[in-house]
């Protein structure tokens, strides 16, 4: 074009950005041009840091990220199954955790919102013959404050089916570990118990409560309820880490944490589930409960699988993983991402690389035991040789340290003035806890 032509070109443009319509139109254009690259800019910049940290071939699931309103990166990593090389899709099922736990909640809050219970009823009101049920409220169950323990089962009971009236039924053998509402302790036995207290409120099952309550108001149509005689279409198979190696997880039905743990969903379910939260789809009781006061809604659940949600509505992002592993490469992920969306630089990681040492099997014992941290308790144990933090095995790094595979955390266990072990010192991606021997 020659440059008389251009000259023509500017002077027609500027004409008519200079009439009110004309000049909405230009500036409409040109805000969205805007927000179309920075859109994408985040597309890069997201996919850019999660195939690095893939590269350390422990990231298994689907990743998926909003921002300004608009999903810019969804995307599956390895496996459904390992065995069979299914790739995981975007459509993959994953076992959710305690992500369930804020579902439960909304359940319970309309069942509130319509009359048919109160947050300050007890245990007593609808279940009979429940020990401390006179003193444990609806209100205590949701905030772990029931005094109720975190589970009730022991391993071997964890792979049969159960519904929410076994567990309520199971849950009456539970000692409680202090009065309630005196404290605060983690419980998915507590979710159990307010689980079966709704199926009887209602007269419905969870599942056909979750549908009801949860799933069809956000649109979620590849979530549900789980249990080992039921067959869940896109399902993945659960893993642990070893060095170097996939190693399967052990069967698990998690009925017996139904209402705490117990949902299948896919990463854009999850995603559908914290936008109606913090739209007000569930009502402004639900997004009180739920939205901080940050305007944050976050949620993170964890068993041989990982759940991690996370929107800001006041930055204007959502973040969601969902794995079937238990890695620190979903860590890696969950304090990196939410930055990259809020418009700061992330270079990629530097992965761990450990020489692990060899510790006789005598010494390992030394540290077997429960640790109490300010919300949880972490018990120690030993398995054919292996020495095991939760659920999830460590490996020694130096002399009593030792690191976690399953979120590439570091355990440092303390020692008094006697030279006995007193202590643990936990240091993760993002936070430093310290616990105490019980």
């Known amino acids: 074009m020659a440059r008389r032509d251009i000259q023509a070109l500017l002077f027609s443009i500027n004409t008519m950005i200079s009439k009110p319509a004309f000049r909405l139109i230009f500036v409409t254009v040109i805000i969205l041009s805007v927000t179309s690259t920075s859109a994408q800019n985040k597309t890069d910049e997201v996919g850019a840091y999660v195939d690095s940290v893939d590269k350390s071939k422990q990231l298994l699931g689907v990743v998926l990220a909003s921002y300004k309103g608009k999903i810019v990166f969804e995307k599956a990593y390895g496996f459904a199954s390992e065995e069979l090389n299914v790739p995981s899709q975007i459509n993959t099922r994953f076992a959710i955790a305690s992500v369930t736990k804020p579902m439960t909640r909304v359940i319970t809050l309309k069942l509130v919102e319509e009359g048919k219970m109160q947050l300050n009823d007890t245990i007593g009101k609808w279940v009979k013959g429940f020990p401390g049920g006179d003193k444990i409220t609806i209100e205590m169950l949701l905030d772990h404050k029931s005094g109720l323990p975190h589970r009730i089962t022991r391993p071997e009971e964890e792979t049969a089916p159960y519904t929410a009236a076994d567990m309520l039924e199971k849950a009456k053998q539970a000692v409680l570990e202090f009065e309630p509402g005196s404290k605060e302790s983690y419980s998915s036995l507590g979710y159990s118990v307010l689980t079966g207290i709704l199926e009887i409120i209602s007269g419905k099952s969870y599942s056909e409560l979750l549908d009801h309550y949860v799933f069809q108001p956000a649109g979620m149509n590849s979530s549900m309820d789980s249990r080992s005689d039921t067959i869940i279409p896109y399902r993945s198979t659960e893993y642990r880490l070893a060095p170097g190696r996939l190693i399967p997880a052990p069967p698990q039905d998690y009925s017996f944490i139904v209402g705490a743990g117990s949902v299948y969903s896919t990463a854009h379910d999850v995603y559908l589930f914290g936008d109606a939260v913090v739209k007000g789809k569930y009502g402004e009781a639900v997004k009180k409960a739920l939205v901080d006061s940050s305007g944050r809604f976050r949620e993170n659940g964890s068993s041989y699988s990982r759940c991690f949600v996370l929107f800001d509505t006041k930055k204007d992002y959502g973040f969601i993983l969902v794995s079937n592993v238990l890695s620190g490469a979903n860590d890696l992920l969950i304090r990196d991402i939410p930055k990259i969306l809020e418009d700061q630089k992330i270079s990629p990681p530097p992965l761990p690389h450990f020489n692990f040492i060899q510790v006789p099997v005598s010494k390992l014992q030394e540290y077997v035991g429960a640790y109490k941290f300010p919300r949880f308790t972490n018990h120690i144990t030993m398995d054919k040789g292996k020495i095991i933090s939760g659920d999830s095995q ?28 007193d202590g643990l010192k936990w240091e993760g991606l993002t936070t430093t806890f310290m616990g105490v021997r019980q």
């Open 394 to 421: 460590i490996f020694p790094i130096g002399e009593d340290r030792f690191f976690r595979l399953a979120d590439y955390a570091t355990l440092t266990f303390t020692r008094n003035s006697s030279g006995k072990i």
